[in-house]
């Protein structure tokens, strides 16, 4: 039986995702057999069409005020970047796990050739995994970026686990490189994987770093 105490685990999915991928289900799986609460909170806000991180991370806000205590909160990819944002804007977290973060998420969004289109046309079709099919990304996102640069000079004081894929053209493994060098609080797993980190060796790793946060 799960104790009112037990700290809830809350899983935040990537871009262009849902609460169903594979990294979702496996902590799902996890929280089960180890009697955690477990939340994983769709983050295609308000839709998928008029993205905002701003929608995403007040929604993950708003969520953690319903729960007892500090949960440990897990992030791929966006996700992982709306975790950091949560924990910048004060939220109370035991820990987090981060998966291949998407570290500087705006700057990048805003410098990336491969969004250079995005950019010029205000609009891009992109394939979305958990409605596997395409969908049409409105300009929503561009314009709330502006309120999520500068980010390299957040300090997040949380107990925080990374793990990032050597392999990663995603997010390069730099990124979190650099989050933890300027993050004591902050560990690095580097992993022969790419930003899936669906590799037997990363759901390894993922599971070490679930144990350890709910043994802190």
Same mark, same amino acid.
């Given at each position: 039986?799960?104790?009112?105490?037990?700290?809830?685990?809350?899983?935040?999915?990537?871009?262009?995702?849902?609460?169903?991928?594979?990294?979702?289900?496996?902590?799902?799986?996890?929280?089960?057999?180890h009697?955690?609460?477990?939340l994983?909170?769709?983050?295609?806000?308000?839709?998928?069409?008029?993205?905002?991180?701003?929608?995403?991370?007040?929604?993950?806000?708003?969520?953690?005020?319903?729960?007892?205590?500090?949960?440990?909160?897990?992030?791929?990819?966006?996700?992982?970047?709306?975790?950091?944002?949560?924990?910048? !804007?004060g939220?109370?977290?035991?820990?987090m796990?981060?998966?291949?973060?998407?570290?500087?998420?705006?700057?990048r969004?805003?410098?990336?050739?491969?969004?250079?289109?995005?950019?010029?046309?205000?609009?891009?079709?992109?394939?979305h995994?958990?409605?596997?099919?395409?969908?049409?990304?409105?300009?929503?996102?561009?314009?709330?970026?502006?309120?999520?640069?500068?980010?390299?000079?957040?300090?997040?004081?949380?107990?925080? !686990?990374?793990?990032h894929g050597?392999?990663?053209?995603?997010?390069?493994?730099?990124?979190?490189?650099?989050?933890?060098?300027?993050?004591?609080?902050?560990?690095?797993?580097?992993?022969?994987?790419?930003?899936?980190?669906?590799?037997?060796?990363?759901?390894?790793?993922?599971?070490?770093?679930?144990?350890?946060?709910?043994?802190?």
């Open positions: 039986m799960v104790s009112e105490s037990t700290p809830a685990l809350v899983y935040l999915h990537g871009f262009a995702s849902g609460p169903e991928g594979n990294k979702a289900r496996y902590c799902r799986d996890w929280a089960a057999r009697g955690v609460p477990f994983a909170p769709d983050l295609n806000l308000p839709s998928f069409e008029t993205l905002t991180v701003t929608a995403q991370v007040e929604a993950v806000l708003a969520l953690l005020g319903t729960l007892s205590g500090p949960p440990v909160l897990v992030g791929s990819s966006l996700g992982g970047f709306v975790a950091t944002a949560v924990a910048h !804007r939220a109370a977290l035991r820990s796990v981060l998966l291949a973060p998407a570290v500087h998420f705006a700057r969004r805003q410098q990336s050739a491969a969004w250079a289109e995005y950019r010029a046309q205000r609009r891009m079709v992109t394939f995994f958990a409605a596997n099919r395409l969908r049409l990304l409105g300009p929503e996102l561009l314009e709330d970026l502006p309120h999520w640069l500068g980010d390299e000079a957040w300090r997040i004081p949380v107990p925080t !686990r990374i793990l050597r392999l990663d053209d995603v997010v390069p493994v730099a990124e979190s490189e650099a989050y933890a060098q300027r993050n004591p609080e902050a560990s690095l797993h580097v992993l022969e994987d790419d930003h899936g980190l669906l590799a037997p060796e990363s759901l390894a790793a993922l599971d070490a770093a679930l144990v350890a946060s709910f043994t802190l």
